[in-house]
C-alpha cells in the first residue's frame, strides 16, 4: 500500500508537470501573436541643416521559423507600414529557422520601399539557425547587416554589432564595439543596434541612443524579474550616463 501511495504520488507530480509545461507553452505560442507598438520621440540638436525629423521603426526578435511565417510577418510589417518611417532597423533574431525556401518572407521584406531602407544586427538565434544561412537570407531580402560597422544614412550615423555568440561560434566580424564607437563623429546624432540590451562602460558617452532587443520583455512572469536581474533591465527609454 506504501509503493502504491508513492507510485501514484509520482504520477501526480508528473502529470502537474507535464500540464503547467503545456499551460506555458500554449501561452507562449499566442503571446507571440500579439503584436503591441509604442511610439517615443526624442529631441536632439544633432540632426543636419534641412533634416526637420527622422522616423525610424525599430523591430527585435521576430523568430522568423516554424512558429513565425509569412502571415505574422506581414502583420507586422503593416505595423511598420503604417507609422510611415524613413527606416527600419532590426535588432537580432529576425531568423530562427531554415531560410532558404522562405522567398514569400523575402518578398514581404522586399516591398517595403522606406526611402533610406531596412538594417539590421545579428542576434544569437541567427547564429543558432546558422550564420551563413540567415546573412543570406538577410540580402536576399534586402536588409543591411552592420557587422562591427557604422553608416551615414538619413543624417544620422547607424553603428551596428555582432552579437556576442558571434565569439562562441567562431564568426565575429573583424573589430569591436569600442573600436567602432571611437571612430563615429560627435557631431552626428549616432543611434547604436545592439542585440542584447547591454551598455558597455567604455561606450557611455559614445552615442546617443542604443536600441536593442534579446529579452521579449520578460514575455511570461515571472521571467520579467528574471530578466531585470540579469540585464538591469526595465522596459522602455532610459538615460545612461549624462544627457548630451
Not at 174 to 197: C, D, I, M, T, Y
Request: charged residues 20%; hydrophobic residues 45%.
Amino acid at each position: 500500500p506504501r509503493a502504491a501511495r508513492l507510485l501514484a504520488s509520482s504520477r501526480l507530480r508528473v502529470l502537474v508537470a507535464l500540464s503547467g509545461a503545456f499551460a506555458l507553452c500554449l501561452y507562449g505560442a499566442f503571446e507571440a501573436q500579439w503584436y503591441r507598438t509604442s511610439r517615443v520621440e526624442l529631441r536632439t540638436a544633432l540632426l543636419p541643416a534641412g533634416v526637420e525629423h527622422l522616423r525610424i521603426a525599430h523591430l527585435s526578435d521576430v523568430h522568423l521559423g516554424w512558429l513565425i511565417q509569412e502571415r505574422q510577418l506581414d502583420a507586422m510589417l503593416d505595423a511598420v507600414r503604417a507609422a510611415e518611417p524613413h527606416m527600419l532597423v532590426i535588432t537580432g533574431d529576425l531568423v530562427d529557422g531554415e531560410m532558404e525556401a522562405r522567398e514569400a518572407e523575402v518578398e514581404l521584406f522586399r516591398s517595403l520601399n522606406l526611402p533610406y531602407g531596412v538594417y539590421a544586427v545579428t542576434g544569437n538565434h541567427e547564429y543558432h539557425a546558422g550564420i551563413g544561412q540567415a546573412l543570406a537570407f538577410f540580402e536576399r531580402s534586402g536588409i543591411r547587416v552592420l557587422r562591427n560597422e557604422a553608416l551615414e544614412v538619413g543624417g544620422i550615423t547607424l553603428a551596428g554589432v555582432d552579437d556576442r555568440s558571434a565569439r562562441r561560434y567562431g564568426g565575429a566580424a573583424a573589430g569591436g564595439e569600442e573600436q567602432l564607437l571611437a571612430s563615429l563623429s560627435p557631431h552626428r546624432f549616432a543611434v547604436l543596434l545592439k542585440h542584447q540590451p547591454t551598455v558597455e562602460p567604455s561606450s557611455v558617452g559614445q552615442f546617443d541612443l542604443q536600441l536593442s532587443g534579446h529579452t521579449h520583455r520578460g514575455q511570461i512572469w515571472p521571467f520579467y524579474w528574471a530578466t531585470r536581474l540579469v540585464y538591469d533591465y526595465r522596459p522602455g527609454l532610459r538615460t545612461v550616463g549624462a544627457p548630451n
